[in-house]
Structure formats: C-alpha cells, structure tokens
T-cell receptor
C-alpha cells in the first residue's frame, strides 16, 4: 500500500458527461501528479500540483482540469467526455523537496469507462 | 526535449534465468532515471532510481540497473527470475538541469515462464 488513495475505483458514464476523480496524497507529500494510462497511448503525464499551485503541465486536454485543495487532496475534472477518454487514471504524490529526482508514489487508479 | 525508449514490448524469460529489460533515454542535461513496476490491476510501484554516483543501482525485489552514460542506457536486470516478477515495467527519465516533468516509456511486459 503506497498511502495514496483514489476514489472511485471504477466509473462508468456516458459521452458528453462530466466526472470528478479524487486523490489523497501520502501524509506529508506536497506534490500531486495525474496520469492517464490507455492501451494505445501508454502512461501520459497530465498535470502536477505543488502545495495548491499548478507546477507542470503535460498532455492535458482543455476539457480536463485539476486543482489541489488546502488539505492537499486533488481532484481531476473531466468534461464533455468522449469514448477515447476511457482509461485508467492514476494519481501519484511526492514530498517534492528535491524536484525532478523525487520518487513518486502511485495510487491504485480510477478506471473510467465512457459508453 | 527529453524522451525514453523501451525497445521491447514483451520479454519472455524462463524462471531461474537472468533477465534484462532495456531502456534508453535522451535528455539535454544530466538524467534522473527510474524504474517502476505495475502488477495487474495495481498502481505503479517504485523499484529503483539513479540520481548520481555509483552507476550500478540496487533496488527492490533483487532488481538492479546499470547507468551507462556513453550508451544513454539504464537497463533493468535481475540475476535469477521468479514467476512473481511477471508484470509491466516502466522506465522513466527526468532532466536534472530542467527540474521538469518525468517522462515514462511505453512499458515492457515481462513474462517469466515456469
């Protein structure tokens, strides 16, 4: 158990809908990262937050947004969902005192199925 | 821009034999290199990382990796494979000089045959 929790574990929704994925980092970790894992795209970095502020942005669509709250939990919002958004969404956390050399600890993921 | 390549989609090894999972990278500065493992229906787990110092890095579950700067490689190795090592392995790189986001390879599926 990494100490990172994600809810829900599974999510089934329809095209055009909006969903929110939630992540609680390990105790003491200030950074939260979001990743999308699909069969054809592999593991794609979406976005990183550090202590409430956006730190780095990857291949995140404009239909997707995220935020990190004062208690350091994070939410990833996916809107106007398309079939191609079906994937496994991971959250990871790190202390992030040492930048790019930090080890990331991954949650179990949320499996999203868009029908 | 930084990149990482795992040239093999799948590697098959007999139990008890040594295993190697290959990784090559490209960064403009000096690299931080990582290996993560993903078991079925689980999140990724950290195995080991190279930051600086000794080129041979030892990690969890008996795995090790060797940093080779001239070949820009960071291959994952284990002297004797176990069936329980069967999983999806990801190599990742970040750029020390850019303090930038980490880039993951596409993953290599390792099958250990009993």
């Amino acid at each position: 158990d990494s100490g990172v929790t994600q809810t829900p574990k599974h999510l089934i929704t329809a095209t055009g809908q909006r969903v929110t994925l939630r992540c609680s980092p390990r105790s003491g970790d200030l950074s939260v990262y979001w990743y999308q894992q699909s069969l054809d795209q592999g593991l794609q970095f979406l976005i990183q937050y550090y202590n409430g502020e956006e730190r780095a942005k990857g291949n995140i669509l404009e239909r997707f947004s995220a935020q990190q709250f004062p208690d350091l939990h994070s939410e990833l919002n996916l809107s106007s969902l398309e079939l191609g958004d079906s994937a496994l969404y991971f959250c990871a956390s790190s202390v992030d005192l040492a930048g790019a050399q930090e080890t990331q600890y991954f949650g179990p993921g949320t499996r999203l199925l868009v029908l | 821009a930084q990149s990482v390549a795992q040239p093999e989609d799948q590697v098959n090894v007999a139990e008890g034999n040594p295993l190697t999972v290959k990784c090559t990278y490209s960064v403009s500065g000096n690299p931080y290199l990582f290996w993560y493992v993903q078991y079925p229906n689980r999140g990724l787990q950290f195995l080991l990382k190279y930051i600086t110092g000794d080129n041979l890095v030892k990690g969890s579950y008996g795995f090790e990796a060797e940093f080779n700067k001239s070949q820009t490689s960071f291959h994952l190795k284990k002297p004797s494979a176990l069936v329980s090592d069967s999983a999806l392995y990801f190599c990742a790189v970040s750029d020390m000089n850019r303090d930038d986001k980490i880039i993951f390879g596409k993953g290599t599926r390792l099958h250990i045959l009993p």
